[in-house]
């Protein structure tokens, strides 16, 4: 009798287990956020968390138009430098800011962040990333060997360069100064 009643309390542990896991998983795809339903009612057909942090993106851009800061410039990729475009992949409080004065988060620009949600989740930061080609690894001489050591430490010093530039241009917006660079 005891050995049954065990089995049932795990079983029902079980039970319990997979009923919260189905409550959160809905939770996390169908909870709408009212400030993003307000706004932008294509934020409330992402997952809860993505609600979350552009809701925040959303908050940022009222601080950016009271500090006075100028409404960020952008070709047609919509492509931001910022930390934030960088590691989710999503409109930034620099391109919602762009959007309040210049119409640039069309219906098709939403499509494009939703499609790359839809086709495999959360895993595509797990994905992304830099991707380089390695060296032909024709012959096992020491010289080839030799040639991949130094692509591989040349394009690390490249990716660290091209972050120190991203945390640059950030801080170039906290402080509100405008790029003098120019190109020729």
């Not at 057909?45 to 410039?73: C, F, M, S, Y």
Request: hydrophobic share 40%.
């Amino acid at each position: 009798m005891a050995l049954k009643t065990f089995v049932l309390n795990i079983m029902n542990a079980s039970n319990d287990v997979d009923n919260r896991a189905d409550i959160a998983k809905s939770l996390f795809r169908n909870c709408k956020l009212a400030v993003c339903r307000k706004q932008y009612t294509e934020i409330s057909q992402r997952p809860a968390p993505i609600q979350k942090l552009l809701a925040l993106k959303l908050d940022a851009v009222q601080e950016r138009i009271a500090t006075g800061k100028e409404i960020p410039r952008f070709d047609e990729n919509l492509q931001c430098h910022c930390k934030f475009y960088r590691q989710y992949l999503l409109p930034c409080r620099h391109i919602f800011h762009c959007d309040t004065e210049v119409k640039v988060l069309t219906a098709v620009q939403w499509k494009v962040y939703l499609m790359m949600f839809a086709e495999c989740g959360m895993e595509v930061y797990e994905t992304a990333g830099t991707v380089w080609v390695g060296a032909r690894e024709e012959g096992t001489g020491r010289r080839n060997i030799e040639r991949a050591n130094i692509i591989s430490r040349v394009r690390e010093s490249f990716e660290q360069v091209q972050q120190q530039l991203h945390a640059a241009y950030e801080l170039m917006d906290q402080l509100n100064l405008e790029d003098t660079v120019q190109s020729q």
